[in-house]
């Protein structure tokens, strides 16, 4: 049985930086070494290494609903990219 699903967002972020309850080792060590170089990366090499969960959610909610591909996958810059619209709205 399909599902009737109008279209289907996948967001294929990197490392999600921001703070998590619980405790991840690895993660953390990710965290800090993106935190120390992110400064003087492009976006496009930057959203590659980390991307705050704030800037998915709003490109989740900027996303395009209905006309268009079934499917759409977005890269790390295009996550970017559609964050921006919604900043700048505000």
Known sequence: MALDIPTLSIFRQSLL???????????????????????????A??????????????AMYNSPFGSGPKVRIYPPVQIEELAKLVNERT
């Open 45 to 58: 090499l930057r959203t590659k290494f980390g991307i705050e969960a704030s800037t998915v959610a709003k």
């Open 17 to 43: 930086v921001d703070e998590r309850e619980e405790f991840r080792f690895g993660e953390k060590m990710a965290i800090g070494f993106y935190k120390g170089i992110a400064w003087f990366l492009p976006v």
